[in-house]
C-alpha cells in the first residue's frame, strides 16, 4: 500500500472534533452553562453532525459537558467542590508519580526546564506563558513514567485542572500567585536534578498542596 493513502494515522473525524471543543471549553473560550447544539457545531466546524454527536458523548464522558434529551448539551459548571476533588486527586497521585519518574528523567531537559523558568522571572508578566511554564513542569514527570495507566489518569486530570486554572486566575491581580508557583516549580526542578527522590515527593505535594490554597482564594464567591 502506498503511505501516501495510509490513513491510520490520521484522526477521525470526531477525534479532532473533540480536540477542539476539549480546548475551546477548558481555555474558557465556551464558557461552563453554554448550550452546544449539533447543528451550529456542524456549521462552526463545517462537518456532518454524526461525528459531532459522537465527540459530544466523548466530552460527556470526560466530564466536560452534559448532553440533556431533546436540547442539545451544555458545557458543565464550575464549582468549589470541582476545585477539591480534581486537586485532592492531584495531591494523591502526583507526588508519587513525580517520586517514581525521578531516575528516567534526562538531565538535559531538566537543566533546559530551569533556565526556562529562570527566564520567565524577568519577562513582563504573561499568564498564557506561565501556563506553559506550569505544563512544562509536570510534563516531565507525566511523559518519563513508566506507568502508562498513571499517565493515562494523570493526563485527564491535567485537562481538567487546566480548565480550573484558566477559570480562576486570569486575572491582573495574580501576579504575585504566579510569581509563588514559578518557585515551587524551580524548587521541583532542582529536586530532580539531585536524584533525591524523597526530596522530589516533598517539593511535588508542597506544589501541590499550595496551588489549591492560590486556586480557592481566587475562586468566585458564587461559584460553590
Not at 11 to 18: D, I, M, N
Not at 21 to 39: A, Y
Not at 47 to 64: H, K, T, V, Y
Request: proline share 4%.
Amino acid at each position: 500500500m502506498s503511505a501516501e493513502h495510509d490513513l491510520s494515522k490520521t484522526p477521525s473525524l470526531k477525534q479532532q472534533a473533540y480536540e477542539i471543543l476539549l480546548n475551546m471549553i477548558t481555555s474558557g473560550e465556551l464558557k461552563p452553562g453554554i448550550r452546544l447544539t449539533e447543528e451550529g457545531l456542524s456549521k462552526m466546524l463545517n462537518i456532518s453532525r454524526a461525528p459531532i454527536r459522537e465527540a459530544l458523548n466523548m466530552l460527556e464522558r470526560d466530564g466536560f459537558t452534559k448532553i440533556i434529551p431533546r436540547c442539545g448539551a451544555v458545557v458543565t459548571d464550575i464549582s468549589k467542590k470541582d476545585l477539591l476533588d480534581v486537586w485532592n486527586c492531584r495531591l494523591a497521585l502526583e507526588p508519587f508519580a513525580a517520586k517514581e519518574a525521578t531516575p528516567y528523567i534526562p538531565k538535559e531537559e531538566l537543566t533546559n526546564c530551569l533556565i526556562s523558568l529562570n527566564k520567565l522571572e524577568t519577562e513582563p508578566y504573561d499568564y498564557s506563558k506561565y501556563v506553559a511554564s506550569d505544563l512544562e513542569v509536570h510534563e516531565l514527570y507525566y511523559r518519563h513514567m513508566t506507568n502508562t495507566y498513571m499517565q493515562s489518569i494523570l493526563h485527564k486530570l491535567s485537562i481538567h485542572s487546566a480548565r480550573l486554572r484558566w477559570f480562576n486566575e486570569l486575572k491582573p491581580d495574580s501576579i504575585e500567585l504566579t510569581r509563588e508557583a514559578i518557585q515551587e516549580h524551580k524548587e521541583i526542578i532542582l529536586a530532580f536534578i539531585s536524584g533525591n527522590a524523597d526530596d522530589v515527593y516533598a517539593s511535588m505535594h508542597k506544589h501541590i498542596k499550595n496551588s489549591y490554597t492560590r486556586l480557592v482564594s481566587t475562586f468566585p464567591e458564587d461559584q460553590e
